[in-house]
């Protein structure tokens, strides 16, 4: 690979290098203009007119649609809509209420918080069910022990700390043997990771579209359901414009055709704008070409922080590539014991933003799209050399 090569999108962010791009993605060219044109045209002069006449009323469709090649869904698969939590307990309670005779849902204690509450309710909600929360080593023996009770397993395919990735297809084939089917959190792959829905042969996915796709801030979620289970699922937040006809305002709901039908409300258009207009970065380029550059960014923050890291900055990320998604973590112990808030302001000062994930990670995420090589090489560096100046002021 070229590490000379200026980023595919080109440079978003010039003043700073920006690694956190896996909290919040960088404003994509295009954005703003998009924008103003939905207010300043569309809204100002279509006024209510606008649900038909501005794409307004197809737009959860439609950008799903744009989004389905980048997790390798088919057309027709993928709804934006709600955010991430919320199509979670959408999902989760199709799930359970479709298969009643199964209740155990299979976690992992990696997950993210808000699934694990999102998980708790739900299941609390519906009679029977269970969830069981177990250490990411030992989900196949749960999903072995739950057997015929197995309604679903519920995980998020990158661990948010240390950016691990957990075996999805091999964890879809394992509840697929036992009957049950498999609900994916994608917040962190999307994007960046080959999800592969058609080729695993993957049920259900959410994930949020303001992290590594740069919806912006708040932008809503896209919800994932395989075609062959579209029929048999309901949405169990069932609400007027997810209505065969919303306005003909009948009394008892029928569910709209295809993925119309998870919809609960009206859909939210100009985060809806601002996201079809970023995704728009991604045409040209494969996620399997935006995957490998996301793992060579990698490599070269990894060599870098391994050249230069000061006594009590260590990797907490897998080194294989293979089981890392597109961040990279340190943890910071020994003489910077305590220090990760120090770490990441200090890096910021310098011009060097990622988080912090307590109590002990710095986060570092790489997005293919926007970063050079060159940048990534430099923040690492300035990451280590942040690192030294707080250990001796530290010692
Ligand atoms: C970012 C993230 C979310 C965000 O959820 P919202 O309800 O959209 O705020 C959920 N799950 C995971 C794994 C995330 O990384």
Redesign the pocket.
Known sequence: MDLSAPAPGGTWVDDRIYLDG??LGALAPGVAGRLSEAVDVEWKGHLARGWDECGWMDAPERVGDRIAPLIGARAGEVLVC???????AKLLGAVLRARPSRGVVVTSTD??P??LYVADAVTASVPGAELRVVEPASLVQAIREAGASLAATYL?Q?D?RTGELHDLPGLTRRAHETGALAIW?L??SAGVVEVGCEANALDLA???T??YLNGGP?A??FLYVRRELQAELENPLPGWLGHASPFSFEREWRPAEGMRRWLTSTPPVLALAALEAALEAFDGHTIAELRERSVALGELFIATVDELAPAGLSLASPRDPGRRGSQVSLRCEGPLAGSADRLAAESARRGVIGDVRPPDLCRFGLSPLYLSFEQVATAAEIVCDAAAAIGRAAG
Request: net charge negative.
């Open positions: 896996n909290s709600d955010t991430t939590s919320i199509a979670l997950n993210f808000s699934d998020t990158v948010f959190d917040c962190h959410v994930g949020c303001y992290k708040g809503p979620s």
